[in-house]
């Protein structure tokens, strides 16, 4: 990391839902916490708790020098709503494969 950055991530117990027009897009109580510098939380949920059917693969990558290489897809009207790491890097290893939202509608303490 560099000096003053810094990325944690932790195994969270909330219960995160992410609704798009009424329906529920994903929905999990385990999700990974990252946290980091001068962003805010990110919820990456587990792939079992996602609507992959509902989302699209898009052709846009993005780098950082912290995570990775970013996968993302789009949700129906909603470009590239969704990223996850298919290969992160080793200090974020965890979120090798969840994915992450834009924008999370509910989140509540478990």
């Known amino acids: 990391m560099t000096q003053g950055h ?3 991530v932790e195994q969270g117990t909330q219960h995160v839902r992410v609704t798009q027009d009424g329906q529920v897009v994903a929905e999990s109580t385990r999700p990974l916490l990252l946290r980091e510098t001068g962003f805010p939380v990110r919820y990456y949920l587990p792939p079992e708790d996602v ?3 509902l989302l699209t693969p898009s052709d846009t990558h993005t780098y950082c020098p912290f ?3 970013a996968s993302y897809w789009s949700l129906p009207g909603t470009p590239d709503a969704v990223w996850a790491y298919p290969e992160p890097k080793p200090d974020v290893a965890q ?3 969840h994915f992450c939202f834009y924008e999370v509608t509910e989140v509540t303490p478990n």
Do not use: C, M, N, P
Request: no cysteine; net charge positive; proline share 0%.
């Open 6 to 8: 810094l990325i944690t």
């Open 51 to 53: 609507r992959t059917d």
């Open 67 to 69: 995570k990775g290489t």
């Open 95 to 97: 979120i090798k494969d």
